[in-house]
């Protein structure tokens, strides 16, 4: 299988994760957010805002928390930061009404993106149930959970000129395959629904997100012995599908 090297992150996003494999029960739990991706012109007003709506029956409340999102010993990882400014930092949204997120930078750029993510955290209401979970336990047993949702917003603060120059290599690892994703350029590039295939093998990648300045290697379990180059087939950040072909030496 496929090892990701993005620990942290996954944490950041198991609640959402968790409720997208098992389903909300009673009435649809549901949160949107415009835009879903915040990016700020690094030569302009270093200012960005989104709207989170409340769509279900109850008031829901949030603390929103910034993270600097960057890449340490080849890991993605979210970091405490004092770079961002959030505002407001905790609300609460009656059902049906929205509220606007504002963000603020307060580190100057340079000629390479900045990367956060700001975390946006349910808490409990008092006298409101959060979200339920029906999940298996075992053969004939289940059991309901109360969650609270959790969302992820990347920001990304970048130079109009800024271009990804992204490089896909890939070598025998005893049975294993690595694929070293390297971005020697000054902009982030996103591959997203990935697959990953040599011969009859194939591997599924949720997101590769290649910051700026940044080296990854992901491991895929088990496709020494298979034949021929990796193939990827991924969606790009225009919503286009793409296939690149990696040789194996």
Do not use: H
């Not at 029956?57 to 959030?86: E, M, S, Y």
């Not at 390297?182 to 982030?188: E, H, P, V």
Request: hydrophobic share 40%; proline share 6%; with cysteine.
């Amino acid at each position: 299988m496929f090892s990701p090297a993005t620990p942290n992150l996954r944490r950041a996003l198991l609640p959402c994760a968790l409720l997208c494999a098992c389903g909300v029960s009673g009435s649809a739990q549901t949160f949107g957010f415009n835009p879903t991706i915040l990016n700020i012109d690094a030569t302009k007003n270093l200012v960005t805002e989104t709207v989170i709506t409340n769509g279900t029956a109850t008031p829901a409340r949030f603390v929103v928390t910034p993270k600097l999102w960057r890449v340490v010993n080849g890991t993605l990882q979210l970091d405490d930061t004092r770079d961002l400014i959030v505002n407001p930092s905790s609300f609460t949204i009656k059902p049906g009404a929205s509220q606007v997120i504002r963000i603020g930078v307060r580190k100057k750029p340079g000629e390479t993106e900045l990367t956060y993510r700001v975390y946006v955290q349910q808490e409990a209401v008092e006298g409101v149930a959060l979200p339920t979970i029906n999940t298996a336990l075992g053969k004939d047993s289940r059991a309901a959970l109360n969650v609270a949702l959790s969302f992820s917003l990347p920001v990304y603060v970048t130079q109009p000129d800024a271009k990804a120059n992204v490089s896909l290599t890939a070598a025998r690892s005893g049975a294993d395959v690595t694929l070293t994703v390297r971005n020697s350029g000054a902009r982030r590039s996103v591959y997203r629904n990935v697959t990953v295939t040599r011969g009859s093998g194939a591997q599924s990648i949720q997101v590769i997100a290649a910051l700026a300045g940044t080296t990854q290697v992901f491991t895929l379990s088990g496709l020494a012995d298979a034949s021929g180059p990796l193939t990827l087939r991924y969606v790009d950040e225009n919503g286009q599908t793409r296939t690149q072909t990696i040789p194996v030496p």
